[in-house]
């Protein structure tokens, strides 16, 4: 199914906890943030989107696209996954797309697989570890831009978690993983300076 999933990294948050940085963009062991989300996903998929709102120029030498949203406004990550499927629509065989966040360097290397191998049609398939749910680590059906478009138009909310409920949701569970002398969240996210300072630890453990 790799070849039929597409990859977007949602990029587009606005950084407030790490002083208005770009943290996609901050440098983790020696290369920009971004960097370890694209090795990570890279053979997950058949191809790679970015999903973000800032100056395109930062990201141009990545050797992927780069989608701003197609709605107007700040309207969060929902905006970001509907841009990729709309995007997606027009990849030829695309059927799904792996959304992932740009400040989560550790996500799961099998996260595709195993999203793929309980994926139903219709319905989304979000992964999960320590009792929470991570609704932009899901694999959304592209046919499921029409209802989402809806959706975010309606002005109800814009809440992830809230489509999710109404379109219908498998979580899959991810155990934490050993990085050294480290057990990780592997969800584990950039936020504020003294996460940064936490990954790069574990980085040097591990490389």
């Known amino acids: ?26 440098e983790l062991g ?49 905006a970001g996954i509907l841009t990729g499927m709309e995007w997606a629509a027009h990849q030829p065989g695309v059927t799904h797309i792996l959304s992932v966040a740009g ?26 570890s320590n009792t929470r749910v991570h609704p932009t680590f899901a694999l959304w059906p592209v046919s499921l831009r029409n209802a989402l478009a809806a959706f975010l138009e309606s002005g109800d909310t814009r809440r992830v978690m809230t489509f999710l409920e109404q379109v219908g949701l498998d979580v899959v569970d991810f155990p934490v993983e050993q990085r050294g002398s480290s057990a990780v969240d592997p969800f584990f996210n950039i936020n504020t300076p003294e996460d940064l300072a936490q990954a790069a630890r574990l980085v040097d453990e591990v490389g």
């Open 1 to 26: 199914m790799t070849g039929q999933i597409a990859g977007l990294i949602l990029a587009g948050g606005r950084s407030s906890r790490m002083g208005g940085t770009d943290k996609t963009l901050v």
């Open 30 to 78: 020696g290369h920009p943030l971004i960097r370890h989300v694209l090795n990570r996903l890279r053979p997950q998929v058949g191809r790679i989107v970015i999903n973000t709102n800032a100056d395109r120029t930062p990201f141009a030498g990545f050797g992927v696209e780069i989608v701003s949203d197609t709605i107007s406004g700040y309207q969060g990550p929902l």
């Open 103 to 128: 400040d989560t360097p550790f996500f799961p290397n099998d996260l595709a697989g195993r999203l793929a191998a309980r994926a139903v049609a219709g319905r989304v398939t979000v992964a999960a």
